[in-house]
């Protein structure tokens, strides 16, 4: 373990990475003694609230994170270091961000839960932003100079103030993944969704499968059912993703698909005073499809090299796919994170599909608007071909790999409005399928 004392005794010298938690209230100036090699900094869950003059002193740092601080107004000096690439202030308590302040090499910049108001119009100089985590805002617009930030792949936006999405918006040609609900200009639920309630009480929690941003899903037995289920507690907090009673409602009005985890009822925590979903217990021969993007991918998710995938088993999996996301948005959902990472496969390549922190409902009768949202997410589902491609057991191209390379394409339009629609897609993959 890393600590403060080690540093200033030297035994941290050389050293390329540093993380440092020790409830500080000013920056250890000792750092600068890994100025020639630290290239990796991490003072996140400290009380920190502001950075020395000199902090460009760091000319190697390329990932700075400091989130759980207590800054108000975004660090101008991290501008002066040339080569920072990942920058993270998740729940701090900046109001402003100074023009000169945005690194124009960043590519990927995390503000989650913060109290920002205007974006600088710098932030149009970032040509190789990717990722842009903005949700948990005071945002009620966007600057017309982020649209020249055509590498940005992924965008949230959710839980802010923003009355309406910019028209350019919907032409930014790798924009693949988008969360804008929690916004006035995102659709609520309808009307209450009918769903079971199911008494907390009547819940007998076990263990704990798996934690995300928006909560905890455990395993728990029901009184009087043999069948064990899954239950998601929502931890209530907004989250990189948005609000979490967003992602409750987005789940249910999802409705059924043989693809989607299928949703047994709802439930009040009223211990802990968190909602919670109740679900089928995903079979346990089912395993994830991807991991989530590295520091180093950004926005792609990261697989094992030594799995490989035959043909019956891609066609499988991009067909449920293609069929849940047309599902979804004739619903008026985007999804807004499908990535191989929020799906489970089996060794046939049968595929259950969830997770809907980012999901936005939107108003299909907004014709022009939802052509372009399901647009964006299309961009996503090429690249989730690219990704099976990649894992496809045969090196040589063949007539299917060749086949979803040019769907792949046509999912990767650069004229977005000449992307297919998901249904369209489900033709395609039709027509590939009888051949295997």
């Given at each position: 373990?890393?600590?403060?004392?080690?540093?200033?005794?030297?035994?941290?010298?050389?050293?390329?990475?540093?993380?440092?938690?020790?409830?500080?209230?000013?920056?250890?100036?000792?750092?600068?003694?890994?100025?020639?090699?630290?290239?990796?900094?991490?003072?996140?869950?400290?009380?920190?609230?502001?950075?020395?003059?000199?902090?460009?002193?760091?000319?190697?740092?390329?990932?700075?994170?400091?989130?759980?601080?207590?800054?108000?107004?975004?660090?101008?000096?991290?501008?002066?270091?040339?080569?920072?690439?990942?920058?993270?202030?998740?729940?701090?308590?900046?109001?402003?961000?100074?023009?000169?302040?945005?690194?124009?090499?960043?590519?990927?910049?995390?503000?989650?839960?913060?109290?920002?108001?205007?974006?600088?119009?710098?932030?149009?100089?970032?040509?190789?932003?990717?990722?842009?985590?903005?949700a948990g805002n005071r945002l009620t617009a966007l600057p017309d100079e982020l649209q020249y930030c055509k590498s940005l792949a992924l965008l949230r936006l959710s839980a802010n103030e923003i009355e309406a999405v910019p028209e350019w918006l919907f032409t930014m040609p790798k924009?693949?993944?988008?969360?804008?609900?929690?916004?006035?200009?995102?659709?609520?639920?309808?009307?209450?969704?009918?769903?079971?309630?199911?008494?907390?009480?009547?819940?007998?929690?076990?263990?704990?499968?798996?934690?995300?941003?928006?909560?905890?899903?455990?395993?728990?037995?029901?009184?009087?059912?043999?069948?064990?289920?899954?239950?998601?507690?929502?931890?209530?907090?907004?989250?990189?993703?948005?609000?979490?009673?967003?992602?409750?409602?987005?789940?249910?009005?999802?409705?059924?698909?043989?693809?989607?985890?299928?949703?047994?009822?709802?439930?009040?925590?009223?211990?802990?005073?968190?909602?919670?979903?109740?679900?089928?217990?995903?079979?346990?021969?089912?395993?994830?499809?991807?991991?989530?993007?590295?520091?180093?991918?950004?926005?792609?998710?990261?697989?094992?090299?030594?799995?490989?995938?035959?043909?019956?088993?891609?066609?499988?999996?991009?067909?449920?796919?293609?069929?849940?996301?047309?599902?979804?948005?004739?619903?008026?959902?985007?999804?807004?994170?499908?990535?191989?990472?929020?799906?489970?496969?089996?060794?046939?390549?049968?595929?259950?599909?969830?997770?809907?922190?980012?999901?936005?409902?939107?108003?299909?009768?907004?014709?022009?608007?939802?052509?372009?949202?399901?647009?964006?997410?299309?961009?996503?589902?090429?690249?989730?071909?690219?990704?099976?491609?990649?894992?496809?057991?045969?090196?040589?191209?063949?007539?299917?790999?060749?086949?979803l390379t040019f769907l792949k394409e046509l999912c990767h339009s650069t004229n977005t409005k000449s992307r297919p629609s998901f249904a369209e897609i489900e033709s395609i993959l039709a027509e590939v399928k009888p051949a295997l």
């Open positions: 373990m890393q600590t403060l004392t080690g540093l200033k005794c030297g035994e941290l010298k050389g050293c390329t990475s540093l993380k440092l938690s020790e409830g500080l209230t000013d920056f250890p100036i000792e750092i600068f003694t890994l100025a020639e090699t630290l290239e990796y900094l991490d003072l996140s869950d400290n009380k920190l609230s502001e950075l020395p003059e000199d902090f460009g002193k760091l000319k190697k740092l390329k990932v700075f994170f400091c989130s759980n601080n207590d800054f108000t107004t975004y660090p101008q000096v991290l501008a002066d270091c040339p080569l920072l690439d990942i920058v993270g202030f998740k729940a701090n308590r900046i109001e402003y961000i100074p023009n000169a302040a945005i690194g124009a090499n960043l590519r990927w910049l995390i503000l989650t839960n913060n109290q920002v108001s205007v974006l600088p119009t710098s932030i149009g100089k970032c040509l190789r932003m990717e990722k842009l985590m903005l924009l693949s993944w988008l969360a804008i609900s929690g916004n006035p200009c995102s659709r609520n639920s309808i009307a209450e969704i009918e769903a079971p309630v199911i008494a907390y009480e009547s819940l007998q929690i076990k263990d704990r499968l798996g934690e995300g941003a928006s909560g905890t899903i455990y395993r728990a037995s029901r009184d009087g059912i043999l069948q064990d289920v899954a239950v998601k507690v929502f931890k209530g907090d907004v989250t990189s993703d948005g609000y979490p009673e967003d992602e409750m409602s987005s789940s249910l009005e999802a409705g059924e698909h043989d693809t989607l985890v299928k949703i047994l009822g709802k439930t009040d925590n009223l211990i802990e005073s968190k909602t919670g979903l109740v679900m089928e217990l995903i079979p346990k021969h089912y395993v994830n499809l991807g991991n989530p993007p590295s520091l180093k991918t950004c926005t792609r998710d990261v697989f094992d090299p030594n799995i490989k995938y035959s043909a019956k088993q891609i066609i499988n999996i991009l067909t449920s796919i293609s069929s849940v996301a047309n599902h979804l948005h004739e619903r008026g959902i985007m999804h807004g994170d499908l990535y191989a990472h929020n799906m489970l496969i089996d060794d046939e390549g049968n595929t259950l599909f969830g997770d809907f922190g980012a999901a936005t409902m939107y108003d299909r009768d907004q014709l022009t608007d939802a052509y372009a949202l399901e647009r964006i997410e299309v961009s996503a589902f090429g690249y989730l071909i690219d990704d099976l491609l990649s894992l496809y057991q045969i090196s040589t191209s063949d007539n299917f790999s060749l086949a």
